[in-house]
C-alpha cells in the first residue's frame, strides 16, 4: 500500500512525485507513458530558466530528477478506474493490467490531447509548422501567414494573439458560423491582418518535405478547392481531458476536466488532481508542474489529518 499515488507521468505528476518523495511517505508513480505530452513537443522556449530545450531532453531531466527519490516508477501500465474504498478509506487504483493499487491518497495527473484534424500531412510535419499552442509556438512563426483552424473560443482568441506576432492570420471554420463569444469576434475582425473563412473544410497539410508550405481547403457552399500559401497552422479544434475511466466516480466539467479546488482537492476525499486534465484554464508546462507540487501539498496535509 501507498501513502501516496500519482497517476499521469507527465509534468505534473513527476511535481508531484517529488513533492511528496521529499516528505519522506510512500511514494508511487503510474504512468501509460512517462513525460506525456513533453515527449511529443519539438522545441520549447517558455520552460521559464531554460531559454530553449527540446521535450525528450526535459522528459530525461525530468525522470532523472524523480529517479533522484525513493518513488515507485509503474511506467507502461494504464489505469482504468479510481475509487473509494468506504469501508478502509483507501483509494482503490484498477489497472488495465487486473492489477488494484491501494494508496491512502492519490494525485490524477492524466493530462490532455489535442483534437486533431485527421488530414495527411497532419503528423508528418507536426513541430514543422503544425502547431497547436500559440503561446508556445506563436513567436516562431513572426512575420509569416499562419492559418488558425477553428472558430470557438480558443481558435478566435489564438487568431488575436497571433495578430500581434505573425504577417496574416487567416481562420478557418467549418461550419458556416463562428462559435465564439461575439466579443471575440468582434474584435478578431476588427483587426487589419486577420481574414476569416467559415464552410471550409481543411483537407491536407502540404509542404516541402521540411517544413509547411500551404494548406488545401475545400469550400463546402461552392465545392472549389484552395491551397493556401502558409508557414504555420494552429490546430484549435480541442483539448480533451485524460478523463473518460473517471466518469461517474470523480466530479467533471461538462467538458470532461476534473473539478479541482485550491489545494488541488477533487470531489473524492483523499483524491487530488493536477494539471491538463484539470479545469484550470491554461495548460502548460510550468503551470501542470505547479499545480503539482500544488496537489502533493494539499494531499499531504490531508493525510497528516487522518488518524490510524
Ligand atoms: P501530460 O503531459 O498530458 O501527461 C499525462 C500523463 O498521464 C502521461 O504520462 C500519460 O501517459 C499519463 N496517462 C494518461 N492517461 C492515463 C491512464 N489512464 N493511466 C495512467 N497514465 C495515464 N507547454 C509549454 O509550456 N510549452 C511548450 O512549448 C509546449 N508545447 C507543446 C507542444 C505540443 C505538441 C503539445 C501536445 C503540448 C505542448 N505544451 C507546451 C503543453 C504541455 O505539454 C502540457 O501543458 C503539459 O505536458 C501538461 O502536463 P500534464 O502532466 O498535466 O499532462
Not at 475582425?189 to 476569416?196: D, E, F, G, M, Q
Not at 465545392?223 to 508557414?231: I, K, Q, R, V, W
Not at 494539471?275 to 503539482?292: E, F, H, L, R, W
Request: with cysteine; proline share 2%.
Amino acid at each position: 500500500n501507498y501513502d501516496f499515488l500519482v497517476v499521469g507521468g507527465g509534468p505534473a505528476g513527476a511535481a508531484a512525485a517529488i513533492y511528496a518523495a521529499r516528505k519522506g511517505i510512500n511514494t508511487g508513480l503510474v504512468a501509460d507513458k512517462f513525460g506525456g505530452q513533453v515527449s511529443d513537443t519539438m522545441a520549447i522556449e517558455n520552460f521559464i530558466s531554460v531559454k530553449a530545450t527540446e521535450g525528450p531532453k526535459l522528459v530525461a531531466s525530468l525522470e532523472e530528477h524523480v529517479r533522484e527519490y525513493d518513488v515507485d516508477i509503474m511506467n507502461s501500465n494504464k489505469a482504468n478506474s479510481v475509487k473509494r474504498n468506504q469501508a478502509t478509506g483507501l483509494i482503490e487504483v484498477s489497472l488495465e493490467n487486473g492489477a488494484v493499487l491501494k494508496s491512502k491518497s492519490v494525485v490524477l495527473a492524466t493530462g490532455a490531447r489535442w483534437r486533431e484534424m485527421n488530414v495527411p500531412g497532419e503528423h508528418e510535419y507536426r513541430g514543422k509548422g503544425v502547431a497547436y499552442c500559440p503561446h508556445c509556438d506563436g513567436p516562431l512563426f513572426k512575420g509569416k501567414s499562419v492559418a488558425v483552424i477553428g472558430g470557438g473560443n480558443s481558435g478566435i482568441e489564438a487568431a488575436i494573439d497571433l495578430a500581434g506576432l505573425v504577417e496574416q492570420v487567416t481562420v478557418l471554420e467549418f461550419a458556416d458560423t463562428l462559435r465564439a463569444d461575439d466579443v471575440l469576434v468582434r474584435k478578431a475582425k476588427s483587426l487589419a491582418n486577420v481574414t476569416i473563412i467559415t464552410s471550409a473544410q481543411t483537407t491536407e497539410v502540404l509542404g516541402d518535405g521540411r517544413r509547411v508550405t500551404s494548406l488545401r481547403y475545400t469550400d463546402r457552399l461552392s465545392g472549389t478547392e484552395h491551397d493556401l500559401a502558409l508557414a504555420g497552422i494552429f490546430v484549435q479544434i480541442g483539448l480533451v481531458p485524460n478523463s473518460e475511466f473517471l466518469q461517474g466516480d470523480i466530479e467533471l466539467t461538462n467538458r470532461g476536466e476534473i473539478i479541482t479546488g485550491s489545494a488541488g482537492q477533487t470531489s473524492v476525499a483523499g483524491v487530488f488532481a493536477a494539471g491538463d486534465v484539470t479545469n484550470s484554464p491554461y495548460k502548460q508546462i510550468i503551470i501542470a508542474m505547479g499545480s503539482g507540487a500544488n496537489a502533493a501539498l494539499g494531499a499531504f496535509d490531508y493525510l497528516i489529518r487522518q488518524e490510524d
